[in-house]
């Protein structure tokens, strides 16, 4: 270990030692065998299964150990790569690395969290704060679960406890009924029928295991199980109870695996200390986490469209439902109201909590203003209103904190979604908007560019900045024809003069920007058009002084055309005078 605590990586080490070649129609195995970055980005941003095994019983990741690209295998890493030393395919990994420094950047990602979308991460960490879960993670192997992930916005123990917990041979497991609702039909029947008002569950059967019962309810939150090989065959049969067949599938495939990976095994490691992996991918689209939770948001629309008579009481705190309306629902499980523009949508505490700082804060607060109102009926639920927000806006950002995306959005509400997302605290939302804004900006006219530009430079949305600056880049003669760029010109700061100020380094597509370290439009917009149009190196400088007076002369014409129409304005108005 201690030549491995020696190496440290730095941007030359990621220069790969075997020569590089393109495999433009190759797969993930060739692309990742060959070092071809930018077909195997292609490949895993088109959601291919970075897990897969293929013919041979390897994955990706073997073949980018085994040839030393460390760029390539990073890239796998950070798309949910199994590097796991107690797996079978981490466990070939590591001895394939062709070198220590492979092997070092293997130790780093097996250190860090597994990688998680945003709403796996913010479900996990509203998982992990519940008491009795949180003392079995940390038990388990040593490990120190998450504290908090403030981008997405973990929730604390205290704010949102679990509604039910299962004994299993006298141990607890926390947990919340609208997820594993959603994931599980077994769970959903219970909940609607014997266990409908129960707080507490406890089985019986000696023979029900803790930790395979546990690994999956855990995956419930996280859509990533993680359990080790001795309790595999006790999560088939839970799984076949709990009517998750895909995992079952995916489970009784593994066991038929293990009993062959012995023989291929490089180490002699006892079956307890083994761990299989699996990633929420390599499910069938619909068996994931996003569309379980998908399905609980239908039901809550369609519930809250169908509530014609509310009552509502003096505070407007609590929504209370007829009772014949509510034996016409199919339950979903809502415990929280929310009202929009005199629109009720029912809600999940948990789902809004773990997704959002803002409602993590509301809701607290309205746990407060509730105590000692032991008066009200069983049908009521707690109601908060929020403001300056449409209906339509809301439902997208509500279809966003279930589901981590937008299936579409009007571009007229782009503007809307991005205030909410940073007045709501959900800044990631503003990437799956701009992912949904891009085909649209793709037809726009030179004018509507502009007015998209800045926009996304207002509100840090780094994607659609890109896009536009390139776009303006390459087609610089077309928009300074255009009079709306000329008055854009005018809103913003001048580029740097001096060289040494100047941008020399734009953002990458994708990548959050800092509210501190926000690069200048003109800038960046100079460096992207020596980068598409100008001269080689040593003309470099020359023209970026020609940009620059460029510039500066589509300034004059616009500051000539803003004096004009207010020349033009003023006679009319002496006119009408």
């Not at 790969?16 to 195995?29: E, M, N, R």
């Not at 929310?338 to 607060?365: G, P, T």
């Not at 509400?413 to 793709?442: G, I, N, T, W």
């Not at 200048?520 to 917009?525: A, F, G, S």
């Amino acid at each position: 270990m201690s030549d491995l605590d020696d190496i440290f990586l730095d941007a030359d080490d990621f220069k790969s030692c075997l020569p590089l070649k393109k495999v433009p129609y190759g797969d993930v195995f060739e692309a990742s065998r060959a070092g071809d970055v930018d077909r195997l980005k292609y490949l895993l941003e088109s959601g291919v299964n970075v897990n897969a095994r293929d013919q041979w019983d390897s994955v990706a990741l073997y073949y980018a150990c085994l040839a030393g690209h460390l760029d390539a295998a990073r890239m796998l890493l950070e798309s949910g790569a199994i590097c796991s030393e107690h797996t079978f395919d981490g466990d070939r990994c590591h001895y394939a690395a062709l070198n220590l420094k492979v092997r070092k950047l293997l130790k780093a990602f097996e250190a860090r969290p597994p990688p998680l979308g945003p709403l796996q991460g913010a479900l996990r960490d509203t998982f992990l704060a519940c008491w009795a879960d949180k003392k079995f993670f940390e038990q388990s192997d040593g490990r120190v679960p998450i504290s908090g992930n403030s981008e997405n916005g973990g929730s604390s123990p205290s704010d949102f406890p679990p509604d039910v917990v299962f004994y299993v041979q006298g141990r607890p497991i926390e947990a919340h009924r609208v997820i594993l609702t959603a994931r599980s039909p077994f769970f959903k029947q219970k909940f609607q029928t014997e266990w409908k008002d129960r707080k507490e569950v406890r089985f019986s059967k000696e023979k029900l295991s803790y930790h395979a019962l546990y690994s999956l309810i855990h995956f419930f939150y996280s859509d990533r199980l993680d359990i080790a090989v001795d309790d595999m065959e006790d999560l088939v049969r839970i799984c076949k109870v709990c009517k998750c067949l895909s995992l079952q599938k995916v489970l009784e495939k593994e066991l038929i695996h293990q009993k062959y990976a012995e023989y291929k095994a490089l180490r002699d490691v006892d079956n307890s200390q083994k761990r299989f992996i699996l990633q929420g991918i390599s499910l069938p689209e619909e068996d994931r986490l996003p569309n379980a939770l998908h399905k609980i948001l239908q039901i809550a629309l369609v519930n809250s469209n169908s509530e014609q008579n509310l009552n509502h009481d003096v505070d407007g705190l609590i929504c209370l439902v007829s009772s014949m309306q509510i034996s016409e629902f199919e339950d979903d499980l809502a415990d929280v109201c929310v009202r929009v523009d005199k629109k009720i949508f029912r809600c999940h505490q948990v789902i809004l909590a773990s997704r959002s700082e803002y409602f993590k804060a509301r809701l607290s607060h309205m746990k407060d203003f509730l105590e000692g109102r032991d008066f009200l009926p069983d049908n009521a639920l707690p109601c908060i209103e929020e403001h300056d927000l449409t209906v339509g806006a809301f439902k997208k950002m509500i279809e966003y904190m279930y589901t981590d995306g937008l299936k579409d959005i009007d571009p007229d509400q782009a503007e809307e979604m991005f205030d909410a997302a940073s007045r709501y605290l959900l800044f990631p939302l503003k990437r799956v908007v701009a992912d949904a804004l891009l085909p649209h900006l793709e037809m726009v006219s030179p004018a509507e560019l502009c007015h998209w530009l800045v926009l996304s430079d207002m509100y840090g949305v780094v994607k659609i900045r890109e896009y536009c600056l390139d776009a303006m880049a390459c087609n610089f003669e077309t928009f300074a024809d255009t009079q709306e760029f000329r008055a854009m010109l005018l809103t913003l700061p001048p580029p740097s003069g001096d060289s040494a100020l100047r941008t020399t380094a734009p953002s990458a597509p994708g990548a959050e920007m800092s509210s501190t370290a926000e690069g200048n439009i003109l800038d960046d917009l100079r460096e992207k058009w020596l980068e598409a149009e100008a001269a080689e190196l040593d003309e470099r400088d020359e023209s970026a002084l020609l940009f620059d007076k460029r510039l500066e002369m589509l300034i004059q014409i616009a500051e000539q055309e803003r004096t004009n129409g207010l020349e033009c304005n003023a006679s009319s108005e002496q006119e009408l005078i």
